[in-house]
């Protein structure tokens, strides 16, 4: 029963006979219904888009979907308090405020737990007591003068705080102290104003809160915890290896060795570029962790922070550097490939130095290899330096060949330096590259070594088993093999 | 009564004599003294120093000092309704919800007060009602399910809400909301198994929680507002201005044009190069804000981020350019002259054309001048390209002063292409630098100008002032010469 136009709708009638819907009507039903089944299509199609990506998202980072259960798990123990009588009638109706605290303060890291916590914690009692000291001033001035004195600090203690949060330092480690002090301040000096019992409800509040946050605390430190040192200390040395990675493919890449998998890795630098704010973020929050797994209390982050700055400053270098692929093209094949081996062996040398330094902040062990690694480095920017130096010879297009022999030296004229520029910016873009990490990175790795005391590297390989021994031995000479070779 | 050693310390006896303290306990006690002088003079230094850069801050940017007043203001308007009996009686017990939400919601601009104060009601509002409905639902199943369905609904929703924080869109724009929805959701969940009147208590708060917000909302727009898109706004071509003057004063230092002032201006790319998340920020609360001043609702913010991108890949080229600095005396003066005057027109001219894109996105005005100044950019390379064609010819070091006449070519020495490398890879990254300027900025300015439909420039000049016309005519006759120069 269908119609080049579609198909056709047709009502049964009383008599048994059927008859055909007119076309005008079935175009018009037919045109709502595609236009709803294509809007539906479209919603299901989104929204299905978004969980795939969602649950992509927690699949890449398992740690994610166990903070989400963590975060369920405390409310439900928070809410213990409400739904079971015994405990109801010893906490009282203030246990609201422990579960607002969960609710607020329950973050990612540990590191974001405790400094939200402690700094709930101490911004509630000073306001609390502050508030108390101020109400009782008040109070002993006539009760005319009461509601200004109390107004007027409020006035004052509120904009002064906000103001504070505009300095660096107290944005970074008490902002959100400044907001409940600001908050605990009001709400303790409105009440007082209001209610009678003031210290009972103080002293209700504050318990709540402890309450609050020691689940808070105690959830997120025994529970999978997210150190967010720990993801400091794992996101530098990625971003390193990124840089390394990158470095190796930019270069492949103008010497025409590219593949695939090199084309994808290419833009790996980018990452570093961006990490400034969650490095800052993480370094922050870890000063708040106590000593877990291989840091201690006061374990120098900052110096985290100056390996991200002195990374950062490498993948400015590979940037500009990426955008010399444009005119690789440019440049003639002999004189690529007179300068190829040495720029291959500096690239390759940085590269090792990188992902050395990255080992080193990794393991916190010194590397027995990392001199070895940074002369081999420097050797190379030699060499590299070297066959520049021999390049004007391959630039003179010799007219030896040519059977009229004249004196002039207006006949030997030279391939125009336009075409070997690319090249030329090139290496020296990789030069600059080999300088920072010299004169940046290794500064700050080591800086980072001697501060967090990382260990000494183990003494010369006492060999247990065969195995072992024959890599090392290997290992060896390929060095001494480099060294050869310089 | 001083020796040299410091003050003396004598007692008076009672018989009116005195006696001067031995000088071991002088010592001691001197040293005390010192030691706490020492202690109190540091301890008001630091705090001296801490408010001087305080006031500074605000100094630098009074609109900081007017947010902290209104704060100041909101809280006083807000606890109004705890000080005066009258609107006490009207609103309850719960107005302390309406000072919590004025301290928690007040933000620095408008579109961040806007993005919580919307969020806030939006996640109040939804999670109400489902708790309410949920609650209704556990009712009518069972006394002993109730909190069972409760927990678990509970459980889960805060889970997934907390999960979703995770993925970037709803963390930019709906952090907070999710917030709110997970604590609206178990307060009145938990509340309202312990509550009767949980509807009544609902309305209350919903109300406060309105209250606080309007007032936020109001006092944050009426009282010297701050636009999160004017800010931006304003942001974007003032670290476009600062790679301009960056690029003059590293160009300007290469050939050694530098002074005192230009040192200081060299580095004020790096200002563009950290803006990224402060750029992202005010972008995300801009998109909250009504229309104001010349920005409609829909105002296309996302681009003023494209053009911040496009202006920190210019930023990492004259990173990379600053770092030829250190080498530039290692090439030889002559060959330096050689390039100086197209090195130093390309810049002037690449940073014309910035300065350019800066006025049409502040004046929010399409440029007559601007294909003019990219016209005057690409000659610039030519001719720059040009001045490197002919480089080689001054490389070659010719021999026919000397007096043998010989044939061969080996008698062409070159100087060491080495010792103008510094130069050669400084004129490629500015002609990077002018390319990118190009290819990106110019087109992120150009498809903002589309988006936000930017004026037309004013039709020629109709002169009203001799003044003024006397200015235009010069500015026409430059800008003839420029061309005929080219």
Not at 386 to 391: E, G, I, V
Request: with cysteine; hydrophobic share 40%.
């Amino acid at each position: 029963m269908a119609n080049k136009n579609g198909v056709e709708w047709s009502i049964r009638l009383g008599d048994g006979s059927s008859k055909v819907l007119e076309p005008e009507t079935k175009h018009g039903v037919m045109r709502l219904w595609d236009c709803l089944k294509g809007l539906v299509y479209r919603f299901v199609g989104r929204v299905w888009t978004f969980f795939k990506k969602a649950w992509d998202l927690g699949v890449d980072d398992p740690k994610k979907f166990f903070h989400c259960l963590k975060v369920g798990v405390a409310l439900l123990l928070v809410s213990l308090f409400y739904y079971f009588r015994p405990l109801y009638d010893g906490v009282g109706g203030s246990a609201i405020w422990a579960v607002m605290t969960v609710v607020v303060v329950f973050e990612y890291t540990v590191g974001g737990t405790l400094y939200k916590c402690l700094n709930r914690i101490c911004a509630t009692f000073l306001a609390g007591f502050l508030a108390l000291g101020i109400h009782w001033i008040a109070s002993h001035s006539g009760h005319q003068f009461e509601p200004y004195i109390m107004g007027i600090s409020l006035f004052l203690l509120a904009s002064a705080t906000t103001f504070s949060r505009f300095i660096p330092v107290v944005k970074a480690r008490y902002d959100y102290g400044c907001t409940i002090f600001i908050l605990t301040y009001s709400l303790v000096s409105i009440s007082g104003y209001r209610v009678e019992h003031l210290l009972h409800i103080a002293h209700e509040r504050v318990s709540t809160i402890i309450i609050g946050t020691c689940l808070c605390i105690i959830t997120s430190m025994v529970v999978f915890p997210v150190w967010a040192g720990l993801e400091l200390h794992l996101l530098i040395p990625r971003n390193m290896d990124k840089i390394a990675k990158s470095l190796d493919c930019c270069v492949a890449d103008f010497f025409g060795h590219d593949d695939e998998e090199s084309k994808k890795s290419l833009h790996g630098y980018k990452c570093a570029l961006n990490a400034k704010f969650s490095e800052e973020n993480m370094a922050n929050f870890a000063r708040w962790e106590p000593a877990h797994g291989r840091f201690n209390f006061r374990h120098p982050w900052k110096n985290y922070l100056k390996i991200g700055t002195s990374s950062r400053r490498c993948a400015y270098c590979i940037e500009t550097l990426t955008s010399c692929l444009d005119s690789k093209n440019q440049v003639p094949e002999s004189i690529k490939k007179h300068l190829e081996s040495a720029c291959m062996n500096l690239t390759t040398s940085s590269s090792n130095v990188i992902r050395e330094l990255a080992t080193v902040v990794s393991t916190m062990t010194k590397s027995r290899k990392i001199n070895m690694a940074i002369d081999d480095m420097k050797n190379a920017v030699l060499e590299l330096q070297n066959d520049l130096k021999t390049l004007p010879d391959l630039l003179i297009q010799r007219h030896d060949d040519k059977e009229e022999k004249q004196v002039a030296s207006s006949e030997v004229t030279m391939m125009p330096l336009i075409e070997v520029m690319p090249l030329v910016s090139f290496a020296s873009l990789l030069i600059e590259t080999a300088s920072r990490i010299e004169e940046n990175m290794v500064k700050t790795v080591e800086e980072l070594a001697e501060s967090a005391k990382f260990k000494q590297p183990e003494e010369d390989v006492k060999p247990k088993r065969n195995q072992t021994t024959n890599k090392i031995v290997l290992a060896d000479e390929e060095n001494m093999a480099v060294l050869q070779r310089v």
